[in-house]
């Protein structure tokens, strides 16, 4: 990665002897070569439409230290998350938000309007001597044990995989959604709460104009016995609306959106290690056959470590 402020030392340093038409062709080309590191950042095998702009594309590493009866013990530290005041891991200076932003002195960005567009396994390092499945926030997972259980990915016993490319989510056709285009970053945790107004004691509503709703109610005025082509349109702004016709096209919103949109709530991210075919952690079946009970002890008490490194595109809403 290109370091910009080593950059701007060597551009100072050359300030005195090299002219200015020299200098605005070295900052051309470092403006150049930033751009190209920033396409290239995103794989060509994922997809995001142009109106989706700011993409980050980050690595996170993920560690697991443990014995193998110290997680039979206390199976929730099979799970990872980012320590608690440290989730600003997701966020961005420079790209927290849609359209043109400014750089900012700190991270930002919310982390529950993010969109997940791909995913993928850059490098596994076990040496559990046993299958794990791993599972991740967002990925449903195409990795299917006889008994039903779901995993993003399959760690081998004692797997030193340090290139892997292994595509974990693939971009959601919804995330060309005309939707994402229109109304960024009202996703279904807001729809109640923009551009709503209750009037306590009514049977009705005022809806704003340039909410999500009122397309879906002039696409549906038969159904809903509603006139919106005559509404009087309050202040330029806000439709009256009863609840009953509000409730009925929130809902059946909040569900296309919950259901089809590729939306990801990264304050809730987390990943898991578990034995597959819900085996114990002590449960000595599959790697202790035929190995003496010290042996086995010996193993199930030792200290072992897993590190997984995703690589995951987003950007948000």
Avoid at 71 to 85: I, T, V
Avoid at 134 to 148: F, H
Avoid at 180 to 199: A, H, K, V
């Amino acid at each position: 990665m290109l370091d910009r402020s080593e950059s701007k030392k060597i551009m100072c340093s050359r300030s005195t002897t090299i002219s200015n038409e020299a200098n605005n062709e070295s900052l051309e080309t470092v403006a150049e070569e930033i751009k190209q590191l920033r396409v290239a950042n995103m794989d060509d095998k994922f997809q995001a439409p142009a109106h989706l702009q700011n993409v980050i594309v980050r690595h996170y590493v993920m560690e697991w230290e443990n014995s193998m009866s110290g997680l039979a013990n206390f199976p929730e530290n099979s799970e990872w998350r980012p320590l608690e005041g440290h989730y600003d891991i997701f966020q961005s200076s420079t790209r927290y938000q849609q359209g043109n932003v400014k750089r900012s002195k700190f991270r930002q960005g919310d982390l529950t309007q993010s969109i997940l567009i791909g995913m993928k396994v850059k490098k596994v390092s076990s040496n559990f001597p046993c299958n794990l499945g791993l599972q991740v926030t967002g990925c449903r997972g195409n990795y299917y044990t006889c008994n039903g259980e779901r995993y993003a990915y399959m760690i081998g016993s004692n797997e030193q995989s340090n290139k892997l490319d292994e595509i974990i989510v693939t971009s959601s056709p919804y995330v060309n959604s005309e939707y994402l285009r229109l109304y960024p970053g009202m996703t279904s945790q807001n729809l109640r709460n923009n551009g709503i107004m209750e009037c306590p004691g009514e049977d009705y509503v005022f809806v704003d104009h340039h909410h999500p709703i009122v397309e879906m109610m002039s696409e549906n005025q038969d159904v809903l016995q509603i006139d919106l082509r005559n509404a009087e349109l309050i202040d330029g702004r806000w439709y009256k609306v009863s609840k009953g016709v509000t409730e009925r096209c929130l809902s059946e919103l909040e569900t296309e959106l919950v259901e089809n949109l590729p939306l990801l709530d990264l304050s809730s991210f987390n990943a898991k290690i578990t034995r597959p075919y819900n085996k114990r952690w002590d449960d000595p079946s599959g790697w202790g056959e035929g190995v003496d009970s010290d042996t086995r002890n010996r193993v199930i008490e030792s200290v072992r470590s897993c590190q997984v490194v995703i690589e995951l595109t987003y950007a948000f809403a």
